[in-house]
C-alpha cells in the first residue's frame, strides 16, 4: 500500500477513535434544569443587573464577529491566493531562501499577520471591558500582557513549525505518520507543562495563609478523594474584577488557585462552592480526556491536511506546487482556521456537558445548593453575564451553561434531596 493508503486508513482510525472517545467519555447525559426553573430563577436575578449584562455583552457583540469574520478572510486570503506563498518566500529570501528561514520566520511572520488584523479589534473590546469596569489594568498593562502572549506563541510556534518542517525533510514520504505522532504528543505537553511554565509567566501566585477557609478547602479536597498540596492566590485583580478559580497540577503537584478577586468579592461558602466544582473536574480526569481528544484531534488534522495535499485546485489556489513546503504554510493556516470554526460548536457542546457534570459533582459534595446559587447570582453580576444569552450565540460558542440552566439545576438538586 502506498503512503496515502496508509494514510486514509490512518485518518480512518483516528476519526473512529476521536468518535468512541467522545461518546463513552463525555457525559451526554445531563443533570435536569428545567425551564420553568430557568425563567423563574431569572425573574428572580436583579432587573438591573440583567439589563446590565445584556448591555455588555451587546456592546462586545459586533466587534466579536466582525473580528472572527476578518480573521478568517484574512487566512483565507493568505492561504488560499498566492500571497501567503510570496510573503513566506519574503521573509526567506535574505537568508537566500533557505527553508528553515521559510517554515519558522516565514510561518510566524503568517501567524503574526493574520492576528495583527484583528488587533484593533482586541483593543477595541480592551475598551468595552474598562468602560464596564471589568478591565482594571491600564493600556500599559494591556499591551505588556499582549507582548507576553505574543513572546510565548512565538516560542510554541517557532518549535513546532521547526520541528515540523524537519520531520518533513527526514522522512518525505512519511512525515504526515511522524507530524501526527508529534502534534498529539505536542498537544499533552503545552496540556500538563502549560499551567507550569506560562501561568506565573501572567499571575504570580501566593500560598493562602492559615484561615478557617483554607482548611475548609483541604479538608473538601481530602472528603473528595482529590488531595491537594496547596490552596494558592492568583493575584488576578491588577488586570480584571472577573473571578475565577481552579485546580491544577497532577498527583503530588496537584494545588487549588483562587483568584484574589474571588477572595474580595464572594462569602466564604460561595468560594467553597466555586472550590468544589472545580474538584469535580479533578476528579473525573476532566483535563485527560480534554487532553485526549484534543491530541487524537490533532493527529487527525495533520493527516486531514496531507491528503488535502492531493487536491490540485487548492495547490493550484495557493500557488504551490506541493503541501509540504514552507511556501504551503498559509494554506495550512486557512484550512486549520476553517475546521475551527467550523468546530467550535461542537467544542462548545462538549465543554457545557462537562461543566455541567462538575456542577453536579459541586452539589452532591457541598450538599449546599443555597451557597450554590448564591455563588452563581454573583458570578453572573461580577463577570457581567447574560443569564439567559440568545440561543444561537450560546449553542455556537458558549463553554458554560447558562446562569439560569446552572441555577436551574441547583433547584432541581435541592427539590430532589429534600424529598
Ligand atoms: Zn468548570
Known amino acids: 500500500m502506498s503512503p496515502r493508503g496508509w494514510a486514509l486508513l490512518t485518518l480512518v482510525g483516528l476519526v473512529a477513535a476521536l468518535v468512541v472517545t467522545v461518546a463513552v467519555l463525555i457525559p451526554w447525559q445531563r443533570p435536569p434544569a428545567p425551564r420553568a426553573d430557568q425563567l423563574a430563577a431569572l425573574d428572580e436575578l436583579p432587573r438591573d443587573q440583567v439589563s446590565r449584562g445584556r448591555e455588555f455583552r451587546a456592546a462586545l457583540r459586533p466587534g466579536g464577529w466582525v473580528a472572527l469574520g476578518i480573521g478568517l478572510l484574512v487566512a483565507l486570503a493568505l492561504g488560499l491566493t498566492p500571497l501567503g506563498s510570496r510573503l513566506v518566500e519574503l521573509v526567506g529570501r535574505p537568508f537566500g531562501g533557505h527553508w528553515a528561514a521559510q517554515a519558522v520566520l516565514g510561518g510566524l511572520t503568517v501567524v503574526f499577520v493574520a492576528d495583527l488584523v484583528t488587533l484593533p479589534f482586541a483593543a477595541w473590546r480592551h475598551t468595552v471591558l474598562t468602560r464596564y469596569g471589568l478591565a482594571t489594568n491600564s493600556w500599559g498593562g494591556w499591551t505588556v500582557d499582549l507582548l507576553k502572549s505574543y513572546v510565548v ?98 498527583g503530588p503537584t496537584r494545588r487549588i488557585v483562587v483568584y484574589d478577586t474571588l477572595l474580595r468579592e464572594a462569602t466564604p461558602e460561595e468560594v467553597t462552592a466555586v472550590v468544589a466544582h472545580e474538584l469535580g473536574h479533578a476528579k473525573d480526569r476532566d483535563v485527560v480526556v480534554g487532553t485526549l481528544t484534543g491530541a487524537l484531534g490533532a493527529a487527525a488534522a495533520v493527516v486531514a491536511l496531507y491528503l488535502l495535499g492531493f487536491v490540485a485546485p487548492l495547490l493550484r489556489m495557493a500557488g504551490v506546487d506541493s503541501i509540504d513546503q514552507p511556501r504551503a504554510f498559509p494554506l495550512l493556516l486557512a484550512l486549520v482556521t476553517v475546521a475551527g470554526l467550523v468546530s467550535t460548536p461542537a467544542q462548545a457542546l462538549i465543554s457545557r456537558r462537562i461543566e455541567a457534570r462538575a456542577d453536579a459533582h459541586a452539589l452532591a459534595l457541598t450538599r449546599d445548593p443555597g451557597a450554590f446559587v448564591a455563588m452563581q447570582r454573583r458570578l453572573a453580576g461580577i463577570n457581567l453575564a447574560d443569564p439567559d444569552p440568545p440561543r444561537l450565540e450560546y449553542l455556537y460558542s458558549a463553554s458554560h451553561p447558562s446562569t439560569v440552566e446552572r441555577i436551574a439545576a441547583a433547584r432541581a438538586y435541592a427539590r430532589k434531596t429534600s424529598r
Open 153 to 250: 506563541s512565538a516560542v510554541i510556534g517557532a518549535v513546532a513549525l521547526g520541528g515540523f518542517y524537519t520531520v518533513i525533510r527526514l522522512a518525505p514520504r512519511w512525515w504526515w505518520a511522524f507530524g501526527a505522532a508529534g502534534a498529539a504528543g505536542l498537544v499533552m505537553l503545552l496540556s500538563f507543562v502549560f499551567p507550569v511554565l506560562v501561568e506565573p509567566v501572567f499571575n504570580r501566585f501566593t500560598p493562602m495563609g492559615p484561615s478557617p477557609l483554607r482548611t475548609e478547602l483541604m479538608e473538601l479536597a481530602a472528603r473528595d478523594g482529590v488531595p491537594v498540596r496547596d490552596v494558592l492566590v492568583a493575584d488576578a485583580s491588577r488586570r480584571t474584577r472577573a473571578v475565577n478559580a481552579y485546580v491544577s497540577g497532577l
